[in-house]
């Protein structure tokens, strides 16, 4: 059961650039170091796009794509019904992989991932995006949207570092109650005659 267990925080809460808690991330896949190619889904996150889609999109030779690392982020500016903004996700399946040069990755700096991750399930970052999108910006579903653009929308946030891990942790651990309740309820539904 998840229930709130102190009001020991404070409610400053502040607005900053992305740019001050986080730096992008440009290295390359150049020696190879990985052979996992990633893409973005808005219901499952960064994953292994071969399980995906079923096939490798990205080229054999993956030395020019950007190298995400354990805990780092990309954005992926194409728009779907589920995502109208664009998908922004956390690497947390895999140690390393690697994405299009279209994403914009970054690493935190100063911020708790968690909390940006649940931040980011949002749709309180849509409207900054928005404002930085080009006029005419949908270009076959993807959004024109600079990485200095990008690094300057502004992300609510605590003030404290140990306000915003309560607040990750607290919708970590609710996310992972929903998962195990949609688990339940497959399951009971499967081996239930009612449900055939």
């Excluded at 600079?146 to 990750?168: N, R, Y």
């Excluded at 309820?185 to 005659?193: A, G, K, Y």
Aim: charged share 25%; net charge positive; proline share 3%.
């Amino acid at each position: 059961m998840i229930r709130q267990t102190s009001r020991k925080y404070a409610s400053a809460w502040e607005q900053r650039k992305l740019g001050d808690i986080a730096e992008r991330v440009t290295r390359k896949n150049e020696n190879n170091e990985s052979d996992l190619p990633l893409t973005i889904s808005a219901q499952h996150g960064l994953i292994d796009q071969r399980l995906f889609f079923n096939a490798q999109v990205a080229s054999r030779d993956m030395s020019g794509y950007y190298l995400l690392r354990q805990g780092e982020f990309a954005y992926n500016k194409s728009t779907s019904a589920d995502s109208p903004w664009g998908a922004i996700k956390r690497l947390t399946r895999y140690e390393k992989g690697c994405v299009s040069t279209l994403y914009i990755c970054f690493a935190l700096l100063n911020a708790n991932p968690d909390y940006l991750v649940t931040y980011y399930e949002t749709n309180r970052w849509h409207k900054a995006v928005q404002m930085i999108a080009a006029e005419g910006a949908r270009n076959h579903g993807l959004l024109n949207i600079a990485p200095d653009d990008f690094f300057d929308t502004m992300v609510s946030l605590p003030e404290s570092q140990a306000e915003q891990q309560t607040i990750g942790a607290f919708f970590s651990r609710l996310d992972s109650l929903i998962t195990l309740h949609q688990r339940k309820r497959l399951s009971i539904r499967q081996r239930s005659p009612v449900w055939s």
